[in-house]
């Protein structure tokens, strides 16, 4: 079945660490996303990507890095620079151009030790 | 920039129609959709509808858009247990292409009661 896989489901970072979060899509979508959830608020993009090699900042990029080597895998970094790491990331695909497609993976649980 | 709200909470009885309502600040909205999350998963979307139209009907959904107060709703006819979930809305505009400019709502928590 074609879909985004996202792993793992919970982490824990411990101070002055960087940690990882694996999003992977077998859709063939050119576009990927990274979001943010705080409990209580809406998703706040943190990064975008819509071709491989390329990506751009979203709203809340700071404290966070991002790759896209190839169509179907965009890694999110959270960096020991990003000071309240602590939220559900979720990460997301689109065709494109075709806004009302935007597919969602079933999240990460990040938390500070 | 954009502006999103939802109330944060909703309960109904089964069997009862729930409608959550949305209002925006952006005028040039192109699209607006709901996207329903159930508890640790991702979101999924139920519906959208384009700037042009005022009511669009899939099953139990509907959703109404009134363009001059920029206010959007989702009812649900014959809500079950199954429902239970947050809903958000979000909007964006045609002109940048992607999905990335989608401007979430704080979700609405739609409890279902026997």
């Known amino acids: 079945d074609g879909g985004i896989t996202q792993s793992p489901k919970y982490l824990f970072r411990k101070e002055g660490q960087n940690v990882t979060l694996s999003c992977e899509q077998n859709?063939?979508?050119?576009?990927m996303y990274w979001y943010r959830q705080d409990p209580g608020q809406g998703l706040r993009l943190i990064y975008y990507?819509?071709?491989?090699?390329?990506?751009q900042k979203g709203d809340i990029a700071e404290g966070y890095s991002v790759s896209r080597e190839k169509k179907e895998s965009f890694p999110l970094t959270v960096t020991s620079a990003q000071k309240n790491p602590t939220a559900f990331y979720l990460c997301?695909?689109?065709?494109?151009?075709?806004?009302?497609?935007?597919?969602f993976g079933s999240g990460t649980q990040l938390s500070v030790l | 920039g954009e502006d999103v709200e939802q109330s944060l909470f909703l309960s109904v009885r089964e069997g009862d129609s729930s409608v959550i309502n949305c209002t925006y600040t952006d005028s040039s909205s192109t699209y607006l959709y709901w996207y329903k999350q159930e508890p640790g998963a991702g979101l999924q979307l139920l519906t959208y509808?384009?700037?042009?139209?005022d009511m669009k009907q899939d099953q139990r959904l509907t959703v109404l858009l009134n363009k001059k107060d920029k206010h959007l709703s989702l009812r649900i006819a014959d809500t079950q247990t199954g429902d239970s979930a947050i809903y958000f809305c979000?909007?964006?505009?045609?002109?940048?292409?992607?999905?990335?400019?989608?401007?979430f709502g704080t979700g609405t928590r739609l409890q279902v009661t026997l």
């Open positions: 859709l063939n979508h050119d576009a």
């Open positions: 997301a695909s689109s065709i494109g151009t075709d806004t009302e497609k935007l597919f």
């Open positions: 990507s819509q071709i491989v090699n390329d990506f």
């Open positions: 979000a909007e964006t505009y045609i002109n940048t292409g992607t999905a990335s400019k989608l401007t």
């Open positions: 509808i384009f700037s042009n139209m």
